[in-house]
């Protein structure tokens, strides 16, 4: 499976961002799909998930509220909406497939197929 996260940038607190994860190789419908961030200085942390269903969405207590995950099928891609961002949400985002198919983990080492990531920047 190859991964290619897109959608970084450079924004305002406050503003709005919608990465895209468009996925290629393996079947990718029956997968699920976990973001991930990293920020400078720590270590890599879930964002949200959805199950290849699209039924299922999993949020860190820090996005949920703000952050929306969705999946379209047509071209293979995973959304993560992002509102009402603030200046801790600036990291490296990344989206992965997980190990185990169709179920969204929240710790790094149950993915391994990770895309390349995507820089968000929120200044204050």
């Known amino acids: 499976v190859q991964l290619q996260a897109s959608g970084g940038g450079l924004v305002q607190a406050g503003d709005s961002l919608r990465l895209s994860c468009a996925a290629s190789?393996?079947?990718?419908?029956?997968?699920?799909i976990g973001w991930f961030r990293q920020a400078p200085g720590k270590e890599r942390e879930f964002v949200a998930g959805?199950?290849?269903?699209?039924?299922?969405?999993v949020y860190a207590d820090s996005v949920k509220g703000r952050f929306t995950v969705s999946r379209t099928y047509a071209n293979n891609t995973v959304y993560l909406q992002m509102n009402s961002l603030k200046p801790e949400d600036t990291a490296l985002y990344y989206c992965?497939?997980?190990?185990?198919?169709?179920?969204?983990?929240?710790?790094?080492?149950?993915?391994?197929?990770w895309g390349q990531g995507t820089q968000v920047t929120v200044s204050s």
């Open positions: 959805i199950t290849w269903s699209g039924r299922t969405t």
């Open positions: 190789g393996r079947t990718f419908s029956r997968y699920a």
């Open positions: 992965a497939v997980p190990l185990r198919g169709d179920y969204v983990g929240r710790k790094s080492d149950e993915y391994n197929y």
